[in-house]
């Protein structure tokens, strides 16, 4: 009875366990189930959020392939567009079903608009990767531009870019990423944010409106409008996605080898084709082809010994052409503005163009010493000049913040105190006050001579005395007194010397100083010109001027043992504020 018994209940606990291992594994089935579709679906968003996935579409094809040459060349989409977080990933996935029917029904704009309003605030995309606080030091840059002549001469631009950053605190906070840690907010008059009229700043414990001087917004509007604060993206509005000016781009090549800068005429051939616009990416092709019938035609003994090297140079045009010019979408380097710099774009001047005034006439800074030096040029054939990377010893009226618009009026003697000063106000690179990099470009964005800014800027004039004016500044062989003085100009001369020429003006208006030889006294009965403000005021020459008694090679730094606080030579007092290149106009070499 007992194994009976016994034996049954064995069966039953058989029977229970047979009947459990079915509801076990189902369980685990639905676990490991779940388990892969969430893996599955992680891994669906994951790739949703990559470049291949984007790319996929030729809609997007400008984008990704100038992102394929940027410095986030291996940032996925999904990182800057979206950010990290699940609750931003599934308002991204809602908010793009769109697509599905927009892309195949052709309802999409030609080009991509821009900007992007959907994007999250830059402290949840770009500082994930990028420390707002960094300070950067100064870093040379140099500029390889390459003329349209046969010879594709090479002009050099070289300057020190002070992108800066980091905390007053620290004794930083200055440069270009001053902006990071004082809180600035604009009102854009456009889509693009392209024209901006208003703007507040807080720095040094004050608060300060700007008004264009251009705008004609009232007190009311500026109270409802709008205000964005500026952030990374105002300025790095195309950090990854740039569509390069052919220019540039063919510079950049010429530079690297990619375009033979010994091929004659290359560098216009590329301008003829490359900044033209095209119907379709065929007609562009045939084109840039058309360039190595160009040189069989007009270049034979050259295409004869180099026609590898045209044929390589037409596959690089086309390969130029490729990055800067979409047909299909009607994409090309004028399409996107860039924020970076002022020379295609408003850039930079859409704030700081002179113009902006506070209720004191206080401006915005239009001043190239924030940002980077004065740029340096070396024309063809020429080294780079020494660059200048302090403004230490700048006087207290440079510091104005309308200096820019004010010192083509202000110019006279007392500039030769720290600078050299052949031609100025022109562009032939003799001298500080000639540079090409300055008075050769036509600054369309910059408002130097909005009628607001003359006026606070420009001498009152004062009325003829009948008597020639005396030239308050040195003057040389090459000065061309029309790039200031004529109808109109910076010094306007009277309308009845408009059929005057240049080599007229000193018959009757005599130089203060010469360039190359010893102050001259003033003529007589003429008006002292006054030093610049925070300088002393020029001495007049000694009758006896003493000679140099050494042999300047190796030895032309005459402030190493002649400055007027040294001990082994020192120069007399008043010569404090001297600059070096200025010890040879009065002291010259003996013999």
């Not at 392939?65 to 699940?86: K, L, M």
Request: aromatic share 8%; with cysteine; net charge neutral.
């Amino acid at each position: 009875m007992t194994e009976e018994f016994s034996s049954e209940r064995v069966a039953e606990s058989r029977l229970r366990r047979a009947r459990r291992w079915p509801v076990v594994l189902g369980v685990l089935g639905v676990v490991g189930f779940l388990f892969l579709f969430f893996l599955g679906s992680l891994e669906l968003v994951h790739y949703t959020e990559s470049t291949a996935f984007c790319s996929a579409c030729h809609v997007m094809k400008p984008e990704v392939t100038v992102y394929e040459n940027s410095p986030h060349a291996r940032t996925e989409c999904g990182t800057c567009h979206i950010g990290p977080g699940a609750l931003p990933v599934v308002q991204a996935k809602l908010a793009n079903v769109r697509y599905l029917y927009v892309y195949p029904l052709n309802l999409f704009p030609r080009p991509i608009e821009s900007p992007i309003h959907s994007l999250r605030p830059v402290e949840y995309v770009c500082e994930q990767c990028h420390w707002p606080e960094k300070f950067y030091e100064d870093r040379l840059l140099v500029l390889n531009k390459y003329g349209a002549d046969n010879a594709n001469s090479l002009t050099q631009i070289a300057l020190m870019m002070k992108t800066g950053g980091g905390l007053k605190i620290e004794g930083r906070g200055r440069g270009i990423h001053w902006h990071i840690e004082n809180p600035v907010w604009y009102i854009a008059a456009d889509e693009k944010r392209q024209s901006i009229p208003w703007v507040k700043a807080e720095f040094g414990g004050s608060t300060i409106e700007y008004l264009s001087t251009d705008s004609t917004l009232t007190p009311e509007q500026i109270a409802k409008a709008e205000k964005r604060k500026m952030d990374c993206v105002d300025c790095h509005n195309r950090a990854t996605h740039v569509f390069r000016r052919p220019a540039d781009a063919l510079d950049d090549a010429l530079a690297r080898g990619l375009l033979p800068s010994d091929l004659p005429a290359i560098k216009n051939q590329g301008l003829t084709v490359l900044e033209r616009t095209y119907a379709t990416e065929t007609e562009a092709a045939t084109a840039i082809a058309a360039v190595e019938e160009f040189y069989r035609k007009y270049y034979p003994d050259v295409y004869a010994k180099r026609e590898a090297d045209v044929k390589a140079a037409v596959a690089s045009l086309q390969a130029i052409f490729d990055r800067t010019q979409f047909p299909f979408m009607s994409v090309n380097w004028e399409t996107h503005p860039d924020n970076i710099g002022h020379k295609d774009f408003p850039g930079c001047f859409r704030c700081h163009d002179g113009k902006h005034l506070s209720r004191d006439n206080q401006a915005i800074r239009l001043e190239c010493n924030i940002c980077h030096s004065i740029p340096q040029v070396a024309d063809p054939g020429k080294p780079l000049p020494a660059i200048q990377i302090s403004s230490a010893r700048e006087p207290e009226s440079h510091r104005r913040t309308t200096w820019l618009a004010e010192h083509r009026y202000i110019f006279d003697v007392s500039c030769i105190g720290c600078h050299t000063i052949t031609n100025p106000g022109g562009s032939d690179n003799s001298s500080f006050c000639a540079n090409s990099a300055c008075h050769a470009s036509q600054w369309k964005f910059a408002g130097l001579d909005a009628p607001k800014i003359r006026q606070l800027s420009a001498p009152p004039k004062v009325p003829s005395r009948g008597t020639p004016d005396p030239i308050p500044h040195p003057i040389g062989q090459r000065t061309d007194c029309t790039i200031c003085h004529g109808v109109g100009k910076v010094h306007p001369s009277p309308e009845n010397h408009a059929s005057f020429k240049p080599d007229m003006c000193t018959s009757c208006h005599k130089p203060a100083l010469q360039e190359s030889s010893a102050p001259l006294a003033a003529p007589a009965g003429a008006t002292p010109v006054a030093p610049r403000a925070g300088q002393p005021t020029p001495a007049p020459a000694p009758a006896g001027i003493m000679a140099i008694p050494h042999d300047l090679a190796g030895r032309d730094n005459c402030l190493m043992c002649h400055n007027p606080e040294g001990n082994i030579k020192p120069a007399p007092k008043d010569h404090v504020g001297r600059a070096n290149e200025t010890c040879q106009m009065c002291h010259k070499p003996k013999g």
